[in-house]
Nanobody, 116 residues
Framework: QVQLVESGGGLVQPGESLRLSCVAS????????MGWYRQTPGKQRELVAT???????NYADSVKGRFTISRDSAKNTLYLQMNSLKPEDTAVYYC??????????WGQGTQVTVSS
């Protein structure tokens, strides 16, 4: 199993930045990919960005050029740098990992609110 703990959410004004962190523990050597997803009330959880074990990244069109996903393998930590935040980025952000065996794990989520 893999345990994921997110942090870094908060309340910011439009145009500001935030960096989310996700610390992974447990069977981290079996991880195929990690990612960030977000969800607002009444809507399905949507992909924000992913990064594979090989370092390939993928972004939702809505965040391309503003968000950057990265990882620090030495610290077992996944990051999401969010710049030029917009009110529509307001959501609960979840860290996700997929193992090579196909198992998927989620963190508890961290709230990001963008409002003036």
């Amino acid at each position: 199993q893999v345990q994921l703990v997110e942090s870094g959410g908060g309340l910011v004004q439009p145009g500001e930045s935030l960096r989310l962190s996700c610390v992974a523990s447990g069977n981290i050597f079996s991880i195929r990919s990690m990612g960030w997803y977000r969800q607002t009330p009444g809507k399905q959880r949507e992909l924000v960005a992913t990064i594979t074990s090989g370092g390939s990244t993928n972004y939702a069109d809505s965040v391309k050029g503003r968000f950057t996903i990265s990882r620090d393998s030495a610290k077992n930590t996944l990051y999401l740098q969010m710049n030029s935040l917009k009110p529509e980025d307001t959501a609960v952000y979840y860290c996700n990992t997929v193992q090579w065996a196909g198992f998927t794990y989620w963190g508890q989520g961290t709230q990001v609110t963008v409002s003036s």
